[in-house]
């Protein structure tokens, strides 16, 4: 993600990467460092695609100063929210589960899909992965049971995949993630009635969709005040 965030960002006139945080410290055209404590440019925003395990470093060196902070992970922690939740309250951050334009869609398809089609309706949701992501269910489809649970006033249980004896289906939503190969990312939210099946879904090809959601959301959060953030802030400007 690095690799594609460096090369977008070159072939936009408007950004410039100085420099990055690595703690294998890669080679790169630009200075790389191991922490943020080594860090020498001033620098407008950082865009983070890295792990949970960077966030504490990471959200104290950018209120320390004053730097908005674009978080790409997944996988964070009841103890990562609060954190990143007061990190909002100094700074601006922006967080999403999923930085694809196309996801972002999808998010209000799911949610005015279920207000139409109502109680009747069991909702599964699949997501596949490749076999080096390291937290299930994805954050993009935990977000979208979050879509569709909001069209049931937030009434739905959610449950992680089925085993064993589990009796009938009852009011829950369903996710089910899916890991093998290189599979870059594909999510389907799947409405079972009687007689007739909705699915909605969406494939990314390439990572390079998701870095160029996080560099626009970098472009639009520089000079926005503390606050937390996400894409629908974005897309309604």
Aim: charged fraction near 25%.
């Amino acid at each position: 993600m690095g690799a594609n965030v460096l090369s977008l960002a070159n072939d936009d006139g408007e950004l410039n990467a100085v420099c990055g945080v690595d703690p294998h410290a890669p080679e790169s055209n630009i200075p790389v460092y191991k922490n943020f404590d080594g860090v020498k440019e001033k620098i407008d925003v950082i865009v983070d695609f890295s792990s949970p395990s960077a966030l504490r470093s990471e959200t104290e060196w950018a209120v320390k100063h004053n730097v908005p902070v674009i978080l790409a992970s997944t996988g964070y922690t009841e103890s990562d929210i609060k954190r990143i939740e007061e990190t909002a309250k100094h700074i601006a951050v922006f967080r999403t589960g999923n930085f694809s334009l196309g996801i972002n869609l999808l998010q209000e398809l799911v949610k005015r899909a279920a207000e139409v089609l109502g109680e009747k309706f069991d909702i599964e949701i699949i997501e596949k992965h490749h076999n080096q992501k390291v937290d299930a269910p994805s954050g993009t489809a935990l977000m979208l049971a979050d879509s569709v649970n909001r069209a049931y006033g937030n009434g739905k249980p959610e449950i992680y995949g089925r085993h064993g004896i589990t009796g009938k289906r009852g009011n829950e939503i369903a996710i089910h993630a899916v890991r093998g190969g290189t599979i870059v990312g594909e999510h389907e939210v799947m409405f079972a009635g009687e007689d007739e099946i909705i699915t909605v879904s969406h494939s990314a090809r390439s990572k390079r969709v998701f870095a160029a959601g996080a560099l626009k959301a970098a472009k639009w959060i520089v000079g926005k005040p503390a606050g937390l953030y996400d894409m629908n802030d974005v897309l309604k400007n």
